[in-house]
């Protein structure tokens, strides 16, 4: 199970010792050991990076987000654009929070891509989505439809829901888990 401690310090080894993205990701499942190594004594690290496929586009973010443990506004910018809501072709800056969830994901399930279904959505395009909440995080861009691969979407959303923040929500049979950074909640959908 993943806490808030282990989100905020766990994946201080898998950046500290990497010098690409790539370089962290490919470490392979071997490799990977949850929490890290040294975590505690190390804390989060202050690079961090994301690779991630927009499953719609097919484009990809692959870079460095933060440095020297602050966001890169240019990197969070492109991966917010990259995320974009395609229908309505529009992006708003998202919550760069967000990432930092996505960081911990590659080193804890040693993931080299994730994929992303959803990220910004405008009110327009969330009206017309199928049991869409109205003031869905989505609209207000603090929220990601996420799919690990080869990883079953409900073990990773019984994970995360024992974060201490944020909202996740399982779809069991759907190809997603949700997350966003509004207030406690958990759902099925």
Known sequence: MIDRRTLLFGAAAA????????MAAETGAANCVWPPPNWQKNGFPSRRWVKILFVHTNERFNNFY?????????????????????????WKMLDPRLMDLLFVLHWKYCKDEIRIFSGYRSEATNAHIE????????????ALDIHLP?????????????FVFGGVGMYPGKQFTHMDMGNLRRWVG
Do not use: C, W
Not at 131 to 142: V, W
């Open 150 to 162: 080869n990883m079953d979407n409900d073990a990773v959303a019984l994970d995360f829901r024992t």
């Open 66 to 90: 933060t440095d020297e443990g602050k966001y890169i506004v240019p990197a969070v910018e492109q991966f917010s654009r990259t995320v974009r809501d395609f229908r309505a072709n529009e």
């Open 131 to 142: 049991g869409a909440a109205k003031n869905s995080q989505h609209i207000q861009a603090r």
């Open 15 to 22: 950046a500290v010792s990497a010098g690409t993205p790539a």
